[in-house]
């Protein structure tokens, strides 16, 4: 069992740039693939980025790449998403996400954090 707590949320203009955090509990946290996904106002949650164990391995939605990085730190439990260039299409609740396995995947994540909401003004 795994707790993600989200943070560093808020308010950019477009252009702009957010750097999301979001902390596990317990002292598993390399055992976990970490991922971002985001739910924008009317639409379904929708996969952003993902990191293997060891960071060996990102992958990223098309919509964001270039523009977004996926990081973590294992011995702070973190794992975080730079958000540069961004756009008022990002706008969105951000979700951590764990997966207790090898492979970095879209979908299939068991554990996950309460959101916290982005927002880009034009």
């Known amino acids: 069992q795994v707790q993600l707590v989200e943070s560093g949320g808020g308010l950019a203009q477009a252009g702009g740039s957010l750097r999301l955090s979001c902390v596990a509990s317990g002292n598993t946290f390399n055992w976990y693939v970490m991922g971002w996904f985001r739910q924008a106002a009317g639409k379904e949650r929708a996969f952003v980025s993902a990191i293997s164990r060891n960071s060996d391995y990102k992958r990223y939605a098309d919509s964001v790449k270039g523009r977004f990085t996926i990081s973590r730190d294992n011995a702070k439990n973190t794992v975080y998403l730079q958000m540069n260039s961004l756009k008022p299409e990002d706008t969105a609740v951000y979700y951590c996400?764990?997966?207790?396995?090898?492979?970095?995947?879209?979908?299939?994540?068991?554990?996950w954090g309460q959101g916290i909401q982005v927002t880009v003004s034009s």
């Open positions: 996400a764990a997966e207790h396995d090898v492979q970095v995947s879209t979908e299939g994540y068991h554990y």
